[in-house]
């Protein structure tokens, strides 16, 4: 008799395939929105084939939905705010917003000042950021509902894209001009992979070492010590070398910075996979045999021009980012405390810009997300952050206290944010489809998998119940 497979296995090709759409179509940005637009139909048309597929067995561990209910109030969290951005509001009522004075007189001019406006100046980029919330809603909830092991295929995939990402970098370089660039608008010169910018791209190959790191150990490594599996470990230091060199030469200064993070969270998924007794020698070791590879390595390449222009760009000569944020600030005051609208960014800061700094380029970004954040959604905005940064806390404390895998997946996602707050200080990575989808990965993945708790609770007791039989006899 043939037994059909479970839904659940099906399902995990549903989760990949949106994952590499969107870490492959996803890196353009808003400059490149046709990726983005093809990313969010298909991640549609996903979705629908995720709910569609039946359930092919009775067991909780074939779930289409997370069991944990606090998934489910992050997507309708994170979804909420800028549809309430989108309702009409009656003339009096969007006339008294902040920064309305200008939007009031010119619609007086033509009559239109007595017709019902939302609060977004611009509905039509609010309504482009709410649609962009689609495919890493749609990769959490799918993540969330995923067994254990088809989870770590998931953070498999993420290693596998991430190097393919760096290799297909490399291979940039080598060409000439803007060949193998999968996006018009682009950093030439530099790595970008699969990502139209430098900076998204170093943000991958970080993500990309944290997930080698977690996929390392296996489901045996309770029974072979890791040391002893000499093929895997060599696979692993050749990779996560190929990964960290790719990310030096993406020019990224902030990622660049942000390797000793993804160093100490590879440690942290490592380290009770490793020997109590050879660790302090197996980590002297190692600290010296990175120390001699890194100053080798800058004896052979010091005469290299492409590592000189890595060097040349942490010079701040010429920052704009604090004028940048200068202008912010007053845009933000302008807007305070209801802010200007989901993918308001460009207008809002137009208007507020200082004739000093003006100059042919666009200020697309704020190039820190945090005050970009405040400019668009105001108070609003910060009390939905710290709702759902408290939701995630509280995921990630009850994962906390499990082992294994679990524990892996636990520091992957804790690196994962890590990464892409700190890069908010000086960047928008959560404004690129690719990251935000990781994001919304990591978040999938600090739920408690179908099924979990109650197979442990019957591992439990039956051990229980052998140790009594021991007992007794």
């Not at 902040?98 to 019902?116: C, D, N």
């Not at 943000?203 to 150990?217: C, N, R, S, T």
């Not at 690129?432 to 019957?458: K, N, Q, T, V, Y």
Request: glycine fraction near 8%.
């Amino acid at each position: 008799m043939r037994v059909s497979k479970p839904s659940s296995n099906r399902r995990i090709f549903v989760a990949l395939a949106l994952l590499i759409a969107a870490m492959t179509l996803g890196g353009g940005g808003t400059p490149n929105p046709a990726f983005e637009i093809a990313l969010q139909l298909l991640a549609a048309i996903l979705a629908c084939i995720w709910i569609w597929l039946p359930s092919a067995t009775s067991r909780k561990a074939d779930a289409k939905f997370p069991v944990d209910p606090r998934l489910l109030l992050i997507a309708a969290g994170a979804i909420l705010l800028p549809a309430l951005q989108l309702v009409p509001l009656p003339p009096p009522l969007w006339q008294a917003l902040p920064g309305r004075e200008t939007e009031s007189i010119a619609l007086e001019l033509v009559g239109g000042a007595q017709g019902w406006q939302p609060l977004s100046l611009a509905p039509s980029r609010s309504w482009a950021a709410l649609l962009s919330f689609g495919p890493p809603l749609f990769l959490m909830l799918m993540a969330g509902a995923l067994p254990l092991s088809s989870r770590t295929r998931i953070v498999a995939c993420i290693a596998l894209i991430a190097l393919a990402s760096a290799i297909w970098g490399a291979m940039q370089l080598a060409a000439s001009g803007d060949a193998l660039r999968l996006y018009p608008q682009t950093h030439s010169g530099w790595i970008t992979g699969f990502q139209a910018n430098r900076n998204a791209q170093a943000d991958v190959l970080l993500i990309g070492m944290v997930a080698l790191a977690a996929i390392l150990p296996g489901n045996d490594a309770t029974r072979v010590p890791l040391w002893q599996r000499k093929e895997r470990l060599v696979l692993f230091l050749g990779t996560n070398a190929l990964l960290l060199f790719a990310v030096i030469m993406t020019g990224s200064r902030m990622g660049i910075a942000l390797v000793p993070v993804a160093l100490l969270a590879q440690l942290a998924i490592l380290y009770p996979s490793l020997p109590r007794w050879r660790w302090n020698r197996g980590l002297a070791f190692a600290a010296t045999a990175g120390l001699a590879a890194f100053i080798g390595s800058a004896l052979i390449l010091q005469g290299n021009a492409a590592l000189r222009a890595v060097i040349a760009r942490f010079s701040l000569q010429g920052e704009f980012r604090p004028e940048l944020w200068a202008d912010t600030h007053f845009a933000i005051a302008q807007y305070w405390p209801g802010g200007s609208g989901m993918g308001t960014f460009v207008p809002a800061i137009l208007a507020a810009e200082r004739l000093e700094v003006v100059d042919p380029t666009m200020p697309n970004r704020a190039h820190n997300d945090y005050l970009e954040l405040l400019l668009e959604t105001g108070i609003p905005g910060i009390v939905m952050l710290l709702a759902i940064a408290g939701l995630l806390a509280a995921l990630a404390v009850k994962a906390w206290r499990s082992e294994g895998a679990m524990r892996a997946h636990l520091v992957f996602s804790l690196a994962c944010f890590l990464i892409l707050a700190l890069h908010s200080i000086v960047d928008y990575p959560l404004r690129c489809m690719s990251l935000a989808c990781l994001a919304g990965i990591a978040a999938g993945l600090l739920a408690r998998p179908p099924g979990f708790e109650r197979r442990h609770s019957d591992q439990y007791r039956t051990q229980g119940q052998s140790g009594m039989m021991e007992c007794s006899t």
